[in-house]
């Protein structure tokens, strides 16, 4: 029993190991990932030796002098000056020697890094990621895409309490604080989707505000910007009523849509703007499939399919109103 717990508890332990897992920090896939690896690496060594020597003294001293029979008790020692400053000075030493290569890149993780830098600014919300691009003027929400090959400076923040922006292969984590600018360089080596999920306890759901990175060439990256910057085809007669009754315009922006304000880098909404709903893979702080039935089921009740979210409607809609619904927002590409 004991022995068949253990293997499986050991069979977990080397799964996060695999080099297959979605978000796996000691698998980088980028150049700043990668400076977080090799320190870890070097600070992971020096932790080994330092745990083989202090538990290997304390395994000895218990066996050297373990009570025996007809043994009395050892000379009774207090205080050994050479000995004091010999176990204050090492450790000192030690933790200096992890410190400096710590700090160093720590800071050097949260600078601009030189060269052709794509900024972003990233805030967070319970339970959403906001994204700006600041220099190409788009807003979007929970998929982060970058150019791969080329470093990205995020700049964070939050509207509410502390999130964390973690994306494993990609970058260290860094915490988004509310009133203050905390910031991270990432660069995906290749195209492809990278991982990322709130790493700061925030709420009832904080497990569910997670986010993706599309890296992608930088034409591809380009044709992307250039759609986001178009306005939505407006809505339909009957959509727009649906949206003014449900009171949308209150938390989303919708750019091209009568009622709504446009989307506009630098201010912040309660809600995810929704002029390229369509065009995400997910929705929700990236925890849905973006299909007519995740949809559905969202607009139904979205407190019960994300507990906590600010998404309150004031009416439950009619199935003809969320029909009607999804097939507008889901057109919106
Ligand atoms: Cu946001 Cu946890």
Sequence with gaps: MAVGAGLAVAALLLAACSEDLPQNAL????????KADVLWDGVFWVAVAVFIVVEGLLVYVLFRFRHRPGRGMPSQVHGNRRLEIAWTILPALLLAGVAFPTLGTLFELS???PGNVLDVEVTGHQFWWEINYPDEEVVAANELHIPAGR??????????VVHSFWIPKLAGKQDLRPGQETSLALQADRPGLY???CAEYCGASHANMRLRVFAQSQQDFDEWVRRQRRAAPPPPQEVMQVMQSAGCAGCHTLAGAEGFAEPQVGTSTIGPDLTHFGERTTFAGAILRNSDQNLRAWLR??????PGNDMVLPRRLSEAE???????????E
């Design 195 to 197: 991982l990322g999920q």
């Design 27 to 34: 698998d980088p896939e980028g150049p700043f990932a990668r």
């Design 111 to 113: 600078r601009r890094p």
């Design 322 to 332: 969320i029909e009607a619904l999804v097939a507008y927002l889901r057109s919106l």
């Design 151 to 160: 470093p990205v400076f995020v700049r964070l923040t939050s509207v509410d």
């Design 301 to 306: 009740d979205p407190l019960a399919v994300k």
